[in-house]
């Protein structure tokens, strides 16, 4: 575990991450020998070069306060030594800096699931999808059938994502509903979908295919449940075709 951090390139102060940091104690700071004249808490704020009274102090690359008074290199900075740059006739302005970090590119795999329309996924999961709160149970109650009733060992989990909207709901309200159930609907988590509808919800699952836009045909299904006889066998069926498509 790192015992400090120094979080942005200009930063003239660094963090300490563990309660053993000592007075003392000399550490290397990005090649620079910073020696502690007093314990550092874990949390607290060490000098990682002189700081003149009046000088600000900079964290996350940009000024947290100034010091009220000469801080050493290494020494502790803390409320006793700080104070805010903030006045009643404060003028803001936002001019980020932007540092070359010099990351070097690395050949990096990162075990995950390549989905059709080039996103990944680190988890492989069947999920289903409710346009309203409506067919909760009947959604829960396919998920149930599939985890009893079908071989899921290759998924990380079954899930509903139950809630209690997309029934008479109006404007933005009814637009952030279908923006989100189709943001998981295109999840690259998701190996498969089932989007379950009532067929008389505001959030009528042709409406909700609008938003969704694209979508993998052999891994995202559509089941409205006044279309058919049974919404739950009609389900575990449609499930139990896009597990197997989970395994490809």
């Known amino acids: 575990m790192k015992r400090f951090l120094k979080i942005n390139a200009a930063d003239n102060v660094a963090v300490a991450l563990a309660d053993d940091l000592h ?34 102090v900079v964290k996350y690359g940009y000024p947290i306060g100034h010091a009220t008074q000469d801080v050493p290199q290494g020494g502790w ?55 309203v709160g409506c067919v909760n149970g009947q959604a829960q109650a396919i998920a149930e059938r599939v985890k009893r009733e079908c071989d899921c060992s290759h998924l990380d989990d079954v899930r509903v994502y139950t809630h209690n909207y997309g029934c008479s709901q109006l404007g933005d309200d009814h637009a952030n509903t279908q923006r989100a159930l189709a943001a998981l ?19 009528q699952v042709s409406a909700l295919k609008e938003v969704i836009g694209q979508w993998d045909d052999e891994r995202v299904k559509f ?18 075709r896009l597990v197997e498509k989970t395994k490809a």
């Open 185 to 203: 609907v295109r999840h690259p988590n998701a190996g498969a979908v089932l989007v379950l509808g009532l067929g008389c919800e505001n959030n």
């Open 77 to 131: 900075i803390h409320t006793h030594n700080l104070k805010t740059n903030l006045r009643d006739d404060l003028e803001y302005t936002y001019a980020p800096k932007v540092y070359d970090v010099g990351c070097p590119k690395r050949d990096v795999r990162v075990m995950g699931y390549l989905r059709g329309n080039d996103t990944m996924g680190i988890r492989n999961e069947l999920w289903i999808v409710p346009s």
């Open 23 to 56: 007075e003392g104690e000399t550490l290397d700071v990005e090649g620079v020998a910073v020696t502690l004249r007093e314990d550092v808490a874990r949390g607290h704020k060490f000098a990682l070069r002189d700081i003149a009274a009046g000088e600000n």
């Open 223 to 240: 089941l409205v449940a006044q279309e058919v006889e049974d919404e739950i066998e009609a389900g575990f069926e449609i499930c139990c």
